[in-house]
């Protein structure tokens, strides 16, 4: 996994048109029709982790769910079931990831502390021919088509599954899958910025109609939508006059 550390929200939009000059160049695409995913944290020294490996590590298929066969059936187990789980909160083995670099970006700034000293971390992910072999990880990437929650449209939601076969399907982590070598299931770049970016960063995408509530759609979310723009917003101007 390449790392690059930026300083500004700019440096940022022109690193995402570079990144996928490269990946366009590559010969290593999965298909002419793979696109780049991407994925924001509001913390850099976070790793890449579902939500399930955050509760228990490598569980298995059937323990994850006793009563669902869909689970241990198929290139693509209970997709529709996990995806829905994911977005009601649920420990999901899923990894969600976006389309859209800007929705990743407000994913990683929205809940961040403005603080000099801290960095967000926004994750792009390259699809390429999968590895394969016995021992191991397979990581397999879902797209936009799936009956679930209406977040997963407004969000542009793709998801990737990591697994391992060992006489057993186990849910596998994402320590290795990324590192050059014999295990690489793809390509993956590692963006940070500061997080003094949050609040020009949430405004600029405030203007596009990207916030809170443009992509959850509760009334929550508009309270939360409303705050930022009268504290956060607000604020930033106040420093600066």
Same mark, same amino acid.
């Given at each position: 996994m390449e790392e690059r550390n930026l300083d500004t929200w700019e440096e940022f939009e022109k690193e995402v048109s570079d990144v996928r000059k490269q990946y366009d160049q590559l010969d290593v695409k999965f298909s002419s029709s793979s696109t780049l995913l991407f /994925?924001?944290?509001? +913390?850099?020294?976070?790793?890449?982790?579902?939500? !399930?490996?955050?509760?228990r590590e /490598?569980?298995?298929? +059937?323990?994850?769910?006793?009563?669902?066969?869909? !689970?241990?059936?198929g290139r693509c187990p209970g997709y529709a079931y996990m995806a829905y789980l994911r977005h009601h909160g649920f420990p999901s083995p899923l990894l969600d990831w976006t389309r859209s670099p800007y929705?990743?970006?407000?994913?990683?700034?929205?809940?961040a502390t403005e603080d000099s000293n801290s960095r967000v971390s926004i994750y792009v992910f390259g699809e390429t021919s999968h590895a394969s072999g016995n021992g191991?990880?397979?990581?397999?990437r879902?797209?936009?088509?799936?009956?679930?929650?209406?977040?997963?449209?407004l969000q542009q939601s793709e998801y990737t599954l990591c697994c391992f076969f060992d006489d057993k399907w186990?849910?596998?982590?994402?320590?290795?899958?990324f590192d050059q070598g014999r295990h690489q299931q793809g390509l993956c770049w590692k963006i940070t910025l500061p997080t003094t970016e949050r609040?020009?960063?949430?405004?600029?995408?405030?203007e596009y109609n990207l916030n809170a509530f443009s992509l959850f759609e509760s009334e929550d979310s508009m309270m939360e939508m409303l705050t930022v723009r009268e504290f956060d917003f607000k604020k930033g101007r106040a420093l600066t006059a």
């Amino acid at each position: 996994m390449e790392e690059r550390n930026l300083d500004t929200w700019e440096e940022f939009e022109k690193e995402v048109s570079d990144v996928r000059k490269q990946y366009d160049q590559l010969d290593v695409k999965f298909s002419s029709s793979s696109t780049l995913l991407f /994925r924001g944290q509001e +913390k850099s020294c976070w790793l890449l982790t579902p939500t !399930l490996d955050r509760k228990r590590e /490598r569980m298995l298929f +059937k323990e994850y769910d006793k009563f669902s066969m869909e !689970l241990l059936c198929g290139r693509c187990p209970g997709y529709a079931y996990m995806a829905y789980l994911r977005h009601h909160g649920f420990p999901s083995p899923l990894l969600d990831w976006t389309r859209s670099p800007y929705v990743a970006a407000f994913f990683a700034f929205n809940k961040a502390t403005e603080d000099s000293n801290s960095r967000v971390s926004i994750y792009v992910f390259g699809e390429t021919s999968h590895a394969s072999g016995n021992g191991m990880p397979v990581l397999y990437r879902y797209g936009p088509s799936v009956r679930t929650h209406r977040r997963h449209v407004l969000q542009q939601s793709e998801y990737t599954l990591c697994c391992f076969f060992d006489d057993k399907w186990f849910f596998e982590n994402y320590d290795t899958i990324f590192d050059q070598g014999r295990h690489q299931q793809g390509l993956c770049w590692k963006i940070t910025l500061p997080t003094t970016e949050r609040s020009k960063v949430l405004r600029a995408l405030d203007e596009y109609n990207l916030n809170a509530f443009s992509l959850f759609e509760s009334e929550d979310s508009m309270m939360e939508m409303l705050t930022v723009r009268e504290f956060d917003f607000k604020k930033g101007r106040a420093l600066t006059a």
